[in-house]
């Protein structure tokens, strides 16, 4: 049973470019959320996705976009890129309301999308 | 809001000994409380949870926490570490009742350091 993977694994940006992460979740879960996590800072909530839209979103600004496929698989867009943008990006999955435990907040993590932008 | 606060940010311990990892929570509703491991060059891990029922919980690890909601504490305890122990540990808490809330609010972390 393959557990939530992520693409790229490393990435090297430069200011004003844009960039694509993408996320798999584990098998049976059909929410993704992202979480930026900074250097020596715990992870901070951009968004989550269910059923193809965004549900919740953290404070981040528009920059920060996100689309969510009909196999649950998602990606995160960060456009015009700044150098405080540099960071580990991390897509966390949770069974949902097919599994019908919803609501524990229990998220299974993958190992990150490591970006620098230059 | 909820916010999590963890008080030290490195734990320096020798092999063998006794750890606490503190962890302090605000909030205005209920909540669940987690705490993740962080190994180096990953992603975070489960290490426990409390969501109801008794206020000490366990992983299979040999680490406990215990929920203390007068305190709106949660912290982590292990009676003997192992160098193996070293890593980031993070204490998160999510709004209970929710539904897919997804949004998990981390403290800053623990750099627990094992020292042989």
């Known amino acids: 049973d393959a557990g939530v993977t992520q693409s790229p694994t490393h990435l090297i940006k430069t200011r004003g470019q844009q960039v694509t992460l993408r996320c798999s979740p584990k098998?049976?879960?059909?929410?993704v959320s992202w979480y930026q996590q900074a250097l020596g800072q715990g992870p901070q909530f951009i968004f989550q996705?269910?059923?193809?839209?965004?549900?919740q979103r953290g404070n981040f600004p528009d920059r920060f976009s996100g689309h969510q496929f009909p196999n649950y698989s998602s990606e995160l867009n960060v456009n015009a890129l700044l150098l405080g943008d540099s960071a580990l990006y991390l897509c966390?999955?949770?069974?949902?309301?097919?599994?019908?435990?919803?609501?524990?907040?229990?998220?299974?993590f993958g190992e990150g999308s490591r970006l620098t932008v230059l | 809001a909820q916010s999590v606060t963890q008080l030290d940010s490195q734990v320096p311990v020798f092999e063998e000994a006794p750890v606490e990892l503190r962890c302090n929570y605000s909030?205005?509703?209920?909540?669940?409380l987690f705490w993740y491991v962080q190994y180096p060059n990953q992603g975070l891990q489960l290490l426990l949870k409390?969501?109801?029922?008794?206020?000490l919980v366990e992983s299979i690890n040999g680490f406990e926490a215990e929920f203390n909601k007068s305190q709106t504490s949660f912290h982590l305890r292990k009676p003997s570490v192992h160098i193996s122990d070293t890593a980031e540990y993070f204490c998160a808490v999510s709004r209970k009742g929710s539904g897919n809330t997804g949004k998990l609010i981390f403290g800053q972390g623990t750099t627990l350091q094992v020292k042989p």
């Open positions: 409390y969501l109801s029922g008794s206020t």
């Open positions: 098998s049976g879960h059909d929410t």
């Open positions: 909030s205005s509703v209920s909540v669940y």
């Open positions: 966390a999955s949770s069974p949902g309301a097919l599994a019908g435990d919803a609501g524990t907040g229990e998220l299974f």
């Open positions: 996705y269910y059923e193809e839209e965004e549900r």
